[in-house]
Every structure is written in C-alpha cells, then in structure tokens.
Antibody, heavy 120, light 108 residues
Framework: QVQLQESGPGLVKPSETLSLTCTVS????????WSWIRQPPGKGLEWIGY???????NYNPSLGSRVTISVDTSKKHFSLRLTSVTAADTAVYYC??????????????WGQGTTVTVSS | EIVLTQSPGTLSLSPGERATLSCRAS???????LAWYQQKPGQAPRLLIY???SRATGIPDRFSGSGSGTDFTLTISRLEPEDFAVYHC?????????FGQGTRLEIK
C-alpha cells in the first residue's frame, strides 16, 4: 500500500528556510493531491497547502508568501519550503495524500511526521 | 475561513460506553466535505470518516458520522480500549482547509 516518508533537517535557525521532502512509495504520485500539515507542540492541526501532481498549488493564506510546495513526479516526491522561520514554526510536519476541495475522500494516507525545531 | 469548534474539549468515559463528539462550523460545510481523524500520542492522524458519514477503509463499524450544514457528530457505539485518543474534525470543501481544535477521549 502507499506509504509516505518525510525527511529533512530537524533544526532550523530563525530567519532561515525550512525545507522538507515527502517520498511516495508503494503507489502512484499521479492523479492525487499532496498536502503538508503541521502540528505545534500540544496544539491542533494546521493545513499548510497542497499540490496536484501536475503542479497546481493551493496554500493557506495564514502563511502568506512564505510557503512553496513543489513536486517531482520522476522521483515520486514533493517538497515544502517555508522561508523566514520563527519559533512559531516549530512543529511536527506531516505530509498526506489528499483529494482536493472538490472530492469527498479526505486525507487518507499520512506520513509518520517529522519534528522541526526553530532555534539558534 | 471556516472555523470548526469541537466539543467537549475532553470526554471521560469507560470502555463499553457510547461516545458522542460534536463539531460545529462557523458556516455551512460545502457538500458535507467533513472528515474525522483519530490521533494517538506520537502518531500521525488516521482517517476515520469522510464525507461526513462514510467510513474509511478498515475502520470498524462502531464508528459512525452524521450531520450536515454546520453541525456534525462522530459516534463511537461501544468504546474499546484502543479508542481512547484525540479526535479531530476537518472541513475540506472550502479553502483554506481547516481543522477543529480536537476532543480528547480519556478513560474514566
């Protein structure tokens, strides 16, 4: 079955750029949306944005222009870049397979999550 | 954006009892695109219910979802020990996708 695995640095300095990658295995990256979600310590879930396999994106306005999600279908992975990070960006970051806002299926496959701490 | 408010914040019940969790939206959820997720400590969320009332693959039938518009409910008919966890609702019919703050279901 489809599995997702996040990877990237666990520690990022304030004002720098957070970069994470999610690798898709056991299934296709085509024909799906792929989301990033984060969860600050002890708090709820926040949707960051998604990308369609074709490259179309949709971001949470709360993150403004700091976020970019990209996809590489040949490598079966998609990536998150978050610029100018602060301590408020410290969270567990999850990737998930999504269905978009015109499909009823929800986020049915999740990665295990990776903890990113913003600190000098 | 659509704000989802879950209640109660914490629910204390015993195994075998019935659990009823509520999720109220600040505006109508388009096409009932409302999902419920279960999250255990140190784990990723797991999809339980999508489209307000459809069970995801492999989810036991003691889990059921209902509701439309702005009021949604997750019901667990008879609690098993493994059901004690945090439950999140999510709307995905209108961008941005939003989640509720979660309901913690704890053993009484």
């Amino acid at each position: 079955q489809v599995q997702l695995q996040e990877s990237g640095p666990g520690l990022v300095k304030p004002s720098e750029t957070l970069s994470l990658t999610c690798t898709v295995s056991g299934g296709f990256i085509d024909s799906y949306y792929w989301s990033w979600i984060r969860q600050p310590p002890g708090k709820g879930l926040e949707w960051i944005g998604y990308i369609y396999y074709s490259g179309n994106t949709n971001y949470n306005p709360s993150l403004g222009s700091r976020v970019t999600i990209s996809v590489d279908t040949s490598k079966k992975h998609f990536s998150l870049r978050l610029t100018s990070v602060t301590a408020a960006d410290t969270a567990v970051y999850y990737c998930a397979r999504d269905c978009g806002t015109s499909c009823p299926l929800g986020m049915d496959v999740w990665g295990q999550g990776t903890t990113v701490t913003v600190s000098s | 954006e659509i704000v989802l408010t879950q209640s109660p914040g914490t629910l204390s019940l015993s195994p075998g009892e019935r659990a009823t969790l509520s999720c109220r939206a600040s505006q109508s959820v388009r096409s009932s695109y409302l999902a419920w997720y279960q999250q255990k400590p140190g784990q990723a969320p797991r999809l339980l219910i999508y489209g307000a009332s459809s069970r995801a693959t492999g989810i036991p039938d003691r889990f059921s979802g209902s509701g439309s518009g702005t009021d949604f409910t997750l019901t667990i008919s008879r609690l098993e020990p493994e059901d004690f966890a945090v439950y999140h609702c999510q709307q995905y019919g209108t961008s941005p996708v939003t989640f509720g703050q979660g309901t913690r279901l704890e053993i009484k």
